[in-house]
């Protein structure tokens, strides 16, 4: 049987016909079931789990009315360790709630339980497979929140992004992730990777769910989805690594493009000016200047116990110069306002979500430059599921939005679902 939605369970619920009690339960027997072989749970308490359901029963109030909520495992609960998959914070209780957490706990939602990340969400895998093929990654760094979600055993789950870690997953799994404009989602209380990119993501299966999720961790009422705004302006943008994505992927974006064309859409084609063609390497001296500084404990007081992975990357870090590190924030600032400014003629760009399908091995996480660029710029993005690729994996289709245009970036996002078909 289909797996609910957040939206539908909430409606069964509030009508009196499902529990919260009866939905953890059937995502518990689900992820009894498939749990061995996707592996997406760094940790589950079903008792837990079914005490907070039966309290969100008692109090049948909150968006959420006591809808499961995955939470990755970088994100403090403070009921629960979080051991951002490495052996320094393995068992550790945090002493509080991140505040998504604690504001999904007020909408009164189920904290089910942490999904299993990348080592401090960079790029050493944990144990987690692709729903759709075990012998694929799901993805990184949220790992395990996608592959929930992908595999039913969760309507709902949060992940991060400093670089693809939630588009990226979310395409390879086959669901819906969004990136929301950088900062408007509080980051309190999760481990921070890179202060300038880290941005707190969601996953579901459907847009409405999305509007749900994203309304209890702004305390706000969930903006409706308006698939029937008037059709939109859409600028096909490849970027300057256009050559980097696959057969499939250049295929799957031009023909969309050609479809919401016939659809009634106005499509262009949008191109970065020359002066950013290069500004990867910006995010990169970002990234690298400040993870080595943020895990600086863990890299000077555990070296020991950081992957060999990890630590190269941080040591790399630390060759980046001040200068360089300040010329690239320097850059950013300019490169967001480009990338505003593309906005006067289009609504929405598409683009790639990744390279291509999901990798064969749990490894590699795959390259997350098509979301980089996006993350940098501090733009809300959106990926759709459309399609498979030669192997019959997932792919995505990313939309971008302009700055603190969240709800036009998602009602656009409903129209081309509407139409992708």
């Not at 068992?91 to 999904?115: E, S």
Request: neutral net charge; contains cysteine.
């Amino acid at each position: 049987m289909k797996p609910l939605s957040a939206t539908e369970a909430v409606a069964r619920i509030e009508a009196g016909t499902l529990t919260a009690e009866k939905l953890v339960r059937d995502c518990l027997d689900r992820i009894a079931e498939r749990e061995p072989v996707v592996k997406a749970w760094a940790f589950l308490n079903p008792d837990l789990a079914v005490a907070q359901a039966r309290a969100a029963d008692v109090i049948r109030g909150g968006i959420l009315r006591g809808v499961p909520i995955g939470v990755k495992d970088i994100i403090d609960t403070h009921d629960m360790p979080t051991g951002h998959n490495s052996p320094i914070f393995q068992g550790k209780i945090p002493f509080g709630d991140a505040a998504c957490v604690a504001l999904c706990r007020t909408a009164n939602a189920v904290i089910l339980g942490k999904t299993v990340t990348t080592e401090f969400a960079n790029r050493h895998p944990g144990p987690t497979t692709n729903p759709h093929n075990p012998g694929h990654t799901p993805g990184g760094s949220s790992s395990g929140s996608a592959a929930a979600v992908a595999d039913g055993h969760v309507p709902l789950a949060f992940g991060t992004q400093t670089g693809g870690s939630v588009i990226r997953p979310a395409a390879y799994c086959g669901v819906i992730g969004y990136k929301p404009t950088f900062n408007d989602f509080s980051r309190v209380g999760i481990k921070m990777q890179c202060h300038s990119l880290d941005t707190l993501g969601l996953m579901a299966r459907t847009l409405d769910d999305i509007a749900l999720f994203r309304g209890a961790v702004l305390k706000l009422p969930p903006v409706a989805i308006d698939p029937g705004i008037p059709r939109p302006r859409i600028g096909l943008c490849r970027t300057p690594i256009w050559n980097e994505a696959s057969a499939d992927t250049k295929k799957l974006l031009e023909a969309t493009a050609g479809k919401l064309a016939d659809k009634g859409a106005a499509v262009i084609d949008v191109a970065f000016a020359p002066t950013f063609n290069d500004i990867l390497d910006d995010h990169g001296a970002i990234s690298g200047w400040e993870s080595a500084r943020n895990y600086a404990d863990e890299r000077l007081r555990n070296p020991d116990k950081v992957s060999g992975e990890l630590m190269a990357g941080l040591k790399k870090g630390l060759d980046v110069t001040l200068e360089r590190y300040v010329a690239a924030q320097r850059k950013s600032v300019a490169f967001k306002a480009h990338v505003d400014s593309l906005f006067d003629k289009v609504d929405v760009l598409i683009c790639p979500s990744a390279p291509g399908e999901a990798p064969a091995g749990v490894e590699f996480t795959g390259d997350p430059r098509f979301n980089s660029i996006w993350t940098l710029a501090g733009t809300p993005c959106v990926t759709l599921p459309a399609g498979t690729g030669t192997n019959g994996l997932p792919l995505g289709i990313q939309l971008v939005g302009l700055r603190h245009e969240d709800d036009r970036l998602l009602s656009t996002a409903a129209w081309v679902a509407a139409h992708l078909n």
